[in-house]
C-alpha cells in the first residue's frame, strides 16, 4: 500500500468547516482514498472513500486532486463531538490482500 | 447491537501467561481483521481472515500469537507467554464480501490489554 503523509495535529473552531489534508504521491492508479476517524477509546470509524471524483455522504465530502496525489477531508460544520484522530489510507479495493496501512493521521481539535 | 463485538474489553495479566480474545464479527461478514495499538500510533495489522481461512499474517505476529476463527464465524486471538511489550489495544474489524463498498471495515471496540 502507497503510504500517506498527515500533518500530526490541527485545530477548527465549532460550527467552522475542518479541511483535513492528505498526500500520497505514490498512490497508484488502482487505489483508492480512503478516511477513517477514531474517537478516544474507540474502534476507528469508517468515513469516506473514494478513487478520482470527489465524493460526499452524510458526515464528510472528500476532495481529490486532477493528478490524486493528494485529497482533503471536509467536515463541513464540525462539532465537538468531532475531536478524534482522523487517518487517511489508500489500499486497492477487491483484491485478496486487505490489510489496512494506518499511519498516526492527524489530532484534529474541535474548540468551543 | 449488530456490530463488532470483543470479549474482554480489559485484560491485566502477569506476565508469562497466556490471554485469549474473543471477536464477533457482523453477522455475514465474511472478513475478519485483527490489528493492534499501541498509545499515539495508528493500529497495526496483525493477520486477516476470510470464512476460516487465515489468509494473511503480518510479521508482528510472532510464534506466541495464534488466531483462528473454526467456523467461519467468531475468531480468537491467543497469546501465550505474555511480556510488556505486549501491552496494546486488540482490536477486531469485519467486512463483507460480494459488495462495491467491501474495504469498509467495521471495528469493535477493542480489548485493552496490560502485561504487568
Known amino acids: 500500500d502507497a503510504k500517506t503523509t498527515q500533518p500530526p495535529s490541527m485545530d477548527c473552531a465549532e460550527g467552522r468547516a475542518a479541511n483535513l489534508p492528505c498526500n500520497h504521491s505514490?498512490?497508484?492508479?488502482?487505489?483508492?482514498v480512503y478516511w477513517y476517524r477514531q474517537i478516544h477509546s474507540q474502534g476507528p470509524q469508517y468515513i469516506i472513500h473514494?478513487?478520482?471524483n470527489n465524493e460526499t455522504n452524510e458526515m464528510a465530502s472528500l476532495i481529490i486532486t486532477e493528478d490524486r496525489k493528494s485529497s482533503t477531508l471536509i467536515l463541513p460544520h464540525a462539532t465537538l463531538r468531532d475531536t478524534a484522530v482522523y487517518y487517511c489510507i489508500v489500499r486497492v479495493v477487491g483484491t485478496g490482500g486487505f490489510k489496512t496501512i494506518f499511519g498516526a493521521g492527524t489530532r484534529l481539535f474541535v474548540k468551543a | 447491537d449488530t456490530g463488532v463485538s470483543q470479549d474482554p474489553r480489559h485484560k491485566i495479566t502477569k506476565r508469562g501467561q497466556n490471554v485469549t480474545f474473543r471477536c464477533d464479527p457482523i453477522?455475514?461478514?465474511?472478513?475478519l481483521y485483527w490489528y493492534r495499538q499501541t498509545l499515539g500510533q495508528g493500529p497495526e495489522f496483525l493477520t486477516y481472515?476470510?470464512?476460516?481461512?487465515?489468509?494473511?499474517k503480518s510479521r508482528l505476529l510472532s510464534d506466541r500469537f495464534s488466531a483462528e476463527r473454526p467456523k467461519g464465524s467468531f475468531s480468537t486471538l491467543e497469546i501465550q507467554r505474555t511480556e510488556q511489550g505486549d501491552s496494546a489495544m486488540y482490536l477486531c474489524?469485519?467486512?463483507?464480501?460480494?459488495?462495491?463498498?467491501?474495504?469498509?471495515?467495521?471495528f469493535g471496540p477493542g480489548t485493552r490489554l496490560t502485561v504487568l
Open positions: 473514494g478513487l478520482k
Open positions: 453477522s455475514e461478514h465474511n472478513r
Open positions: 474489524a469485519s467486512s463483507p464480501i460480494g459488495q462495491g463498498n467491501d474495504n469498509e471495515q467495521f
Open positions: 505514490t498512490i497508484s492508479g488502482n487505489e483508492y
Open positions: 481472515f476470510q470464512n476460516e481461512a487465515q489468509l494473511e
